[in-house]
């Protein structure tokens, strides 16, 4: 059953929605079901894994390891809210999300993700900070001062994203409930509703630039920073062990800013709707996958940390 009507006062009103998922691999479902769980359960290990070793070792609890398990924290509950309805889309029958449901994942994918911009950027300033003025870096990055600064992303997280929630969450709804996506999304709720979304639009284009822009042009003016100091030390081995702190949180912001960029780069109709849902499974299922592995690959420290919980 593709759709669902609930008559009242001759139009009708959607109470559920059906998410469509990849409806074209549907031959191919048990197989993608058991990847993809296999996927989502290393996800929670990795992630919980990198937690777990900076609360205890105690040569991890230092700022730049207590952000990066805010990010890890970030990445389970995106992954979280996105997998487990996205596992169901493989198995047969309607996957069917309640309207209070659907918007309560959007609030959270949109809530995680302006949080993780603003992580990164914290990040990026705490590098900066260790790099370009190490004498100051004690005395600022002392611990009332990483609670403020871990605190705010998670609040504007939370908080900004209602300007986009609010307003969807008082769309009319009529007639089609079919959501071609495995997660409910700005765009597809935006295409089923019957209410006028111009403002909306307008609004959350108005305010998303300065939240996404504003965080990626602060993380590459402090790189620029940073990679000017580098440059100037004397040591090889100098510059190698702070390149390769800094590297993993390099990529980290590239594989993230590199998949929102496109995602919303992309038009969600057409031919493009696949190439989109693809982009939305990296952003959504394989980058909080691939953080922690980056992290514990280019990272000494944890990997000392991984070699002394494992006995290696």
Known sequence: MYYFYMFTMNHSVVTEFILLGFGNLHSFGIVFFILFLVIFIFTIIGNLL?????????????????????????????SMNIVPNMLGAFLPGDKIMTYLGCITQFYFFSGTTIT?????????YERYLAICNPLR?????????????????????LTLNLI?????????????????????????????????????????????????VLPCVFI????????????KL??????????????????????????LIVKYMIPSKGASLLLNKIVSLLHTVFTPLLNPIIYSLRNQDIKMALKKVFGL
């Open 50 to 78: 990198i937690i777990i070793l900076v609360f205890t070792n105690v040569h991890l609890q230092t700022p730049m390891y207590y952000f990066l398990c805010h990010l890890s924290v970030s990445d389970l509950v995106i």
């Open 116 to 124: 993780e911009c603003f992580l990164l950027s914290v990040m990026s």
């Open 137 to 157: 870096y004690s005395s600022i990055m002392d611990f009332r001062h990483q609670i403020c600064l871990s605190t705010w992303p998670w609040l504007f997280g």
């Open 164 to 212: 986009a929630v609010l307003p969807v969450s008082h769309f009319n709804f009529c007639h089609y409930n079919i959501i071609d996506h495995f997660y409910c999304d700005l765009y597809p709720l935006q295409k089923l509703s019957c209410s006028d979304t111009f403002l909306v639009e307008l609004e959350v284009f108005m305010f998303s630039m300065p939240i996404l």
């Open 220 to 231: 590459i003016t402090t790189y620029v920073y940073i990679f000017h100091t580098i440059v």
């Open 234 to 259: 004397l040591s090889s081995s100098g510059k190698h062990k702070i390149f390769s702190t800094c590297s993993s949180h390099l990529t980290v912001v590239v594989i993230f800013y590199g998949t």
